[in-house]
């Protein structure tokens, strides 16, 4: 069955947004049909800097699978690792690493 496959953040980057205030919804991710999947946000950090959220990559394996990262206004980006390795799995949410 082909479906959009909503992933998210690595888990580093989750544990930091956990520590950042939420400062309100700019924009969403959208599904294979056009569906909403997930509201990405503004986030600052206890340094007052703006992280925002982004689609990193969408591959497809039986459908979309969405990956998301944070993105600061100077360029920096926390979020997943491509890696070309032959693995068993598709992604390993812990290292923030993707096989696809």
Not at 36 to 57: A, G, H, M
Request: include cysteine.
């Amino acid at each position: 069955m082909r479906c959009s496959q909503f992933i998210g953040h690595t888990k580093d980057v989750q544990d930091y947004l956990n520590k950042c205030t939420n400062m309100g919804q700019q924009g969403m991710v959208k599904g294979m049909f056009d569906e909403d999947i997930y509201p990405l946000s503004v986030f600052t950090d206890k340094n007052l800097q703006f992280w925002q959220e982004f689609e990193q990559y969408c591959l497809w394996s039986s459908g979309p699978m969405i990956f998301l990262g944070i993105r600061a206004p100077d360029g920096i980006i926390k979020g997943w690792t491509r890696k070309e390795e032959l693995v068993s799995v598709e992604f390993d949410q812990i290292k923030g690493e993707l096989y696809i």
